[in-house]
Nanobody, 111 residues
């Protein structure tokens, strides 16, 4: 099984930036799509961004122009710029082909 570990969350002021990272425990070439989800307080889980095996990307409307997803051999990153309070959530990475989820990393945007 592939296990995922997220890192990079924290407390940031509105307008600030954070970069989240998610790495697989196994040193293998990960196939299939890689996704980032988030779940804010009192909200349902939502898909934030996804990246295909050939690098094609999709973003939720709420983060377009502010977030950038990228991938490497066994990892996926999410660069988050111009953060807003509504971005506050627990962020999870997901590799659907492996049914693998990270434990989540907390992002809090507050002044």
């Amino acid at each position: 099984q592939v296990q995922l570990v997220e890192s990079g969350g924290g407390l940031v002021e509105p307008g600030g930036s954070l970069t989240l990272s998610c790495a697989a425990s196994a040193s293998i070439f990960i196939i299939g799509t890689m996704d980032w989800y988030r779940q804010g307080p009192g909200k349902q889980r939502e898909l934030v961004a996804s990246i295909s095996p050939v690098g094609g990307t999709n973003y939720a409307d709420s983060v377009k122009g502010r977030f950038t997803i990228s991938r490497s051999r066994n990892s996926v990153n999410l660069q988050m710029n111009n953060l807003k309070p509504e971005d506050t959530a627990l962020y999870y990475c997901n590799f659907p082909r492996y049914d693998a989820w990270g434990q989540g990393t907390q992002v809090t945007v507050s002044s």
